[in-house]
């Protein structure tokens, strides 16, 4: 038979995580009935308005590793560091140099990275310069003379 200690925590969890699940329904409840609010508000005063085309507006979760706009300024620093063409991986190792990340964090540091240079490659910042089977090489977009 299992330890009572053992079952006393383990109804302790559940009972926290069953008090999140229902505070959880209760607030999508209430974001649900105040879009019903908002669209009925705008059909009162366009009543043509398609509201389909309203398109969701992305949330993105902070980055854990580093504060706002440190992470692009980390990446941008690094490539002019390395100053040739780089992959994730090498501009990973600058930046966990930089941070003195533990090794273990690697792949969190390379996914958030990716994602940092992705966003950077569309406000015309850095540029992917080709893919092998190391990974994608990324370069600074060179300054207009």
């Given at each position: 038979?299992a330890?009572?200690?053992?079952?006393?925590?383990?109804?302790a969890?559940?009972?926290?995580?069953?008090?999140l699940?229902?505070?959880?329904?209760?607030?999508?409840?209430?974001?649900?009935?105040?879009?019903?609010?908002?669209?009925?508000?705008?059909?009162?005063?366009?009543?043509?308005?398609?509201?389909?085309?309203?398109?969701?507006?992305?949330?993105?979760?902070?980055?854990?590793?580093?504060?706002?706009?440190?992470?692009?300024?980390?990446?941008?620093?690094?490539?002019?560091?390395?100053?040739?063409?780089?992959?994730?991986?090498?501009?990973?190792?600058?930046v966990?140099a930089?941070?003195?990340?533990?090794?273990?964090?690697?792949?969190?540091?390379?996914?958030?990275?990716?994602?940092i240079?992705?966003?950077?490659?569309?406000s015309?910042?850095?540029?992917?310069?080709?893919?092998?089977?190391?990974?994608?090489?990324?370069?600074?977009?060179?300054?207009?003379?």
């Open positions: 038979m330890e009572s200690h053992v079952i006393s925590g383990l109804v969890k559940r009972a926290d995580l069953s008090g699940v229902a505070h959880h329904r209760q607030e999508v409840a209430r974001l649900q009935a105040d879009l019903q609010h908002l669209d009925a508000t705008i059909k009162l005063f366009e009543p043509d308005f398609n509201l389909k085309s309203i398109k969701s507006k992305q949330v993105r979760q902070r980055s854990q590793y580093f504060e706002r706009g440190e992470g692009q300024r980390l990446v941008l620093e690094a490539l002019r560091l390395i100053g040739q063409p780089a992959l994730l991986s090498a501009i990973a190792q600058q966990m930089v941070k003195a990340f533990d090794v273990s964090e690697l792949l969190a540091i390379e996914h958030s990275l990716d994602s240079l992705r966003r950077a490659e569309r015309g910042l850095v540029q992917r310069l080709g893919r092998d089977s190391h990974g994608t090489a990324w370069g600074l977009v060179p300054l207009p003379q």
